[in-house]
């Protein structure tokens, strides 16, 4: 049987997880595979990652069967687990029996599960907010548009505590002039996060790509984070005009040149 070299990477949320697996992937040359365990139909580290890094390839968790009966020769398989999943009943297949398990964990924390769990600690970011019930909070945006001045305003209040106490917030978002946005938020850190992803400028109607927010709170008012996400959202004859105003001005670009 062929040796596999997987490496699960845990730990708490917003100590920086993923920037570790790029960190991985960009300082070697072989190629690297990513799978996302936990964040089930929200995938939005795995949509960051596969825009934003060369040469990744991203494994859907319902292949992951097929690939390690057949994976791809020389590969390196990183696989993120959510914070939420308990390591002491997590069971994974044979083939990852002798995988490197790898904890990034805030500076200065003490003996945890974690360290009983990992072969290698990696010291990440240390969160602003502590929480003592952590609770996440999940909703999928697929075929939404928003304002993008109105999403900014709902980011800033949602990150200066408006519906609760608020440790990490990350989302996609498609918004009128046809990008999709990368916004990322640890309490504590300096600012927001904000990334356009590399993806074509959607033009053509509702978006027929993934989009969604992940807040890690505590005593979040959800029915509020929800009724003001969807006066975000764009009807379609607001997203038919600023699709035309797109499609106008690529045109006279085209002239242009």
């Known amino acids: 049987m062929q040796s596999l070299n997987i490496t699960l990477v845990s730990g708490p949320p917003g100590v920086g997880k993923t920037d570790w697996i790029r960190q991985q992937v960009n300082s070697v ?7 996302n365990l936990g964040s089930e139909n929200i995938p939005i580290d795995t949509t960051y990652l596969a825009t934003e890094v060369a040469g990744l390839t991203v494994l859907p968790v319902e292949q992951l069967t097929d690939f390690l009966a057949h994976p791809l020769v020389g590969s390196a398989v990183y696989v993120e687990l959510g914070f939420q999943i308990d390591l002491t009943s997590l069971i994974l297949p044979d083939q990852m029996a002798d995988c490197q398990r790898v904890a990034v964990l805030p500076p200065g924390t003490r003996q945890a599960d974690w360290h009983d769990w990992a072969d ?26 928003l304002d993008p001045a109105s999403l900014n305003t709902f980011w800033y ?9 608020v440790q990490r917030a990350k989302g996609i978002f498609d918004v009128a002039d046809g990008r999709s946005l990368y916004f990322d938020f640890v309490a ?30 505590e005593a ?16 379609d004859q607001a997203i ?10 690529l045109e006279a670009g085209d002239e242009v040149a």
């Open 220 to 235: 979040l008012e959800q029915d509020a984070i929800a009724q003001t996400i969807k006066d975000c959202c764009l009807d």
């Open 240 to 249: 038919a005009y600023y699709q035309k105003q797109i499609k106008d001005s």
């Open 157 to 165: 209040e949602l990150t200066n505590g408006a519906y609760g106490t």
């Open 188 to 217: 504590g850190l300096a600012e927001t996060t904000y990334l356009e992803l590399n993806l074509p400028l959607w033009c053509n109607g509702r978006p027929d790509r993934f989009s969604g927010i992940e807040v890690v709170s």
């Open 120 to 145: 290698l600690v990696v010291t990440g970011v240390e969160p602003g907010v502590a929480l003592s019930q952590p609770h996440l909070w999940r909703s999928v945006l697929s075929g939404q548009v």
């Open 29 to 35: 040359a072989k190629t690297s595979v990513y799978l």
